[in-house]
């Protein structure tokens, strides 16, 4: 019941007490106005908890539990935040104002969107039986949190048609949850309202490409090149303009997408090599490296198999462990993926999901392969593993959390289960 309080609460709190310190020595006009603005939506939220309290909607032992927790949550998001202050202590750019005042719009936002959900006393009740559960299939009331979810902040919006911060928290909300459409209407929306920013645009060609199952369309191409134009370095486009050179043949405009996408992994060595390895098995060749010189020998000895007749289908069970829940949001991103165990790096099947679909039941076949060439029939032993992303995006990084991974005959027949109970230092 309380983790989505904590969360709104922290978040709306933290952003005032960190994020505006910046902007108020800075002396900013603009600052003060959202510091007020913020000040108010933390002072709504909070009465309305307490309101909560008088209507006997949350108990007084959960009331005082939730107090303790939130002081908790406070100190530890205060201690990480003074860390980063000592590392630095240059005035505000130009820059960090604007990405300040970002967040400090984004976050209550996205703090109220989170609200809405355990607003509904019914919700806090399935909320709390929900978590219980660890292995059984998804629940109506997990379903309806979300739904909860999206149905206030589209109340919101068409009270405030021109909130392009609840457009942006929507659309990534829709894009998360697997409504393409929506997500890119939302996208579109954001645009009007005048927020072009490369994030934007490479988002948009996201939702656009995965509404055409995958496919790097002419459209989102366009919208490719829009967040390239705008910053030639943006990671998500430069993934996504990689794949699309590749689906249209042109191995050498692929290689200069990802070439260039390599040297910005540069602090993050394990998602350098990943990338490195998918562009040596996608394109034959990739940018030298030690590692790939070490794993030639492992990677490149185990050639396709013949397909069968009949496609193989993992049955897998994916399940966040209790230890992990209070690490992830229910918007973060899943992915479920089948490697070969001895054969290319590069995934033979994905299934994207969120925590909020969690715990639930996956099939990986034939459909979702990456890549034509590769998928699950072609190698009979495979790797399955299930990854939280909290980047948002498919190669692993420092803080995702995943589950071990299982060995298994592509023809298993019997299901598996996936527990994400570790977290990527």
């Known amino acids: 019941m309380t983790v989505f309080i904590i969360i709104s609460i922290a978040i709306i709190l933290v952003s005032i007490g960190l994020l505006l310190r910046p902007l108020l020595t800075e002396r900013d006009s603009i600052s003060y106005e959202r510091q007020a603005q913020n000040i108010h939506f933390a002072k709504e939220r909070l009465a309305e908890l307490e309101e909560q309290l008088k209507n006997a909607s949350i108990s007084a032992t959960d009331y005082e539990a939730l107090k303790l927790e939130i002081e908790n949550t406070l100190a530890e998001d205060i201690d990480m935040a003074t860390q980063a202050e ?31 959900i355990i607003g509904n006393p019914a919700s806090v009740t399935n909320e709390q039986a929900s978590n219980t559960q660890n292995q059984a299939a998804p629940t109506s009331a997990q379903q309806n949190q979300v739904e909860a979810l999206i149905r206030g902040i589209e109340q919101r919006l068409a009270e405030q048609p021109d909130d392009l911060e609840g457009w942006s928290l929507i659309a990534r909300t829709y894009l998360s949850l697997g409504r393409y459409q929506d997500a890119q209407n939302a996208y579109l929306k ?21 509404l055409a199952n995958g496919e790097i369309t002419a459209e989102a191409t366009m919208y490719i090149n829009k967040a390239l134009g705008m910053d030639q370095n943006n990671q998500q486009a430069l993934w996504l303009a990689g794949l699309g050179a590749l689906q249209r043949n042109d191995d050498a405009a692929a290689k200069d997408y990802w070439g260039n996408l390599l040297q910005q992994l540069s602090d993050m060595p394990e998602q350098q090599q990943e990338l490195r390895e998918i562009m040596a098995q996608s394109l034959g060749s990739a940018p030298a490296a030690p590692a790939v010189a070490n794993n030639t020998n492992q990677t490149t000895t185990t050639q396709p198999k013949p397909s069968s007749n009949k496609s193989p289908a993992l049955i897998l069970e994916v399940s966040l462990s209790n230890e992990l829940a209070s690490k992830a949001s229910p918007n973060d991103l899943v992915f479920v993926i089948a490697r070969a165990k001895n054969g290319p790096p590069a995934p033979l099947a994905v299934k994207r999901l969120t925590v909020a679909q969690l715990p639930t039941t996956v099939t990986l076949t034939d459909a979702d392969a990456m890549m034509a060439q590769f998928s699950l029939s072609a190698f009979p032993d495979v790797v399955v593993r299930a990854r939280v992303s909290k980047s948002g995006q498919p190669v692993a990084s420092a803080g995702d959390l995943q589950s071990a991974g299982i060995e298994v005959k592509n023809s298993h027949a019997e299901s598996v289960s996936l527990t994400i109970s570790d977290v990527i230092d």
């Open 86 to 116: 000592v590392k630095s202590d240059k005035p505000s750019t130009g820059s960090n104002r604007l990405a300040i005042a970002a967040l400090c719009l984004g976050l209550p936002l996205a703090a109220f969107g989170v609200y809405m």
């Open 190 to 210: 954001v645009l009007a309202l005048g927020g072009e920013k490369p994030s934007t645009y490479a988002a948009l060609a996201d939702a656009t490409a995965l």
